[in-house]
């Protein structure tokens, strides 16, 4: 059963990605919308899910300074790829360096999320299920997300496709692996501290301001607003 909930999240973030390379002339409004899915994941699902399980063991301190390493991580990372223009080759390929690096954090993320529900199902039959209903509420969006990191930063729409599907495997083969490795509740709770500070350096430092350039705020505000309520109303649905 876990096995066929991560191809069913899988085939929900590649319809998601299909969707943003498909309407990319409103790539700005997907981009806001991305970025508050990006903020209400890691407020609503990352942030809560990571301390909840990092402080069976270890104290909370750890897992908040994690959160600020995964921020200050990706900042550098960030820092180092990113060039504001594209005047030449050179400074195109430096921001597909961008996206790819975006990209592949989805990728992982989306693996986590697999591992995560194979996890609870070995735990309990019942708590998969609740972890299965939000990684599946939210699979959508971290399709578009990754081809949106893509498509953003100059990527092209072949390029895309690629990362998309790479990433729509990451939930089946983390559920695969969840069978195969052993991880302690408590140091998934840390793994998953670290992806909080990516994603909260993603989502407010990257998709907001990238949103808003050259297109009137009013749309793009309203949309990043709408990204964050989707997250919280999936989250809701897995704490009740």
Known sequence: ?????????????????????????????ILGFSAGAILGVALFDLL???????????????????????????????????????????HC??????GQLGAFTFIIHSFIDGFGIGLAFKISPAIGWVVAAAVLSHGFSDGINTATMILKNKGKRNDAIKWLLLDSLAPALGVASAFMITVSE???????????????????????????????????????????????????????
């Open 1 to 29: 059963m876990a096995i066929l909930i991560g191809l069913a999240a899988s085939a929900f973030t590649l319809l998601g990605g299909l969707f943003a390379i498909r309407y990319k002339d409103k790539l700005h409004l």
């Open 186 to 240: 408590p140091v998934l709770g840390l793994i998953l501290s670290v992806f909080t500070g990516f994603f909260f350096y993603i989502g407010a430092c990257d998709l907001i301001p990238e949103s808003h350039h050259r297109h009137p705020t009013f749309w793009t505000t309203l949309m990043t607003i709408l990204g964050m309520v989707v997250i919280f109303l999936a989250s809701s649905i897995r704490t009740n």
């Open 48 to 90: 809560p899910e990571s301390l909840e399980l990092a402080t069976t063991a270890y104290d909370m301190k750890l897992a908040t300074l994690l959160i600020a390493l995964g921020f200050i991580l990706f900042m550098i990372f960030d820092r180092a790829f990113s060039l504001h223009g594209c005047e030449d080759q050179e």
């Open 93 to 98: 390929q430096n921001q597909n360096h961008k």
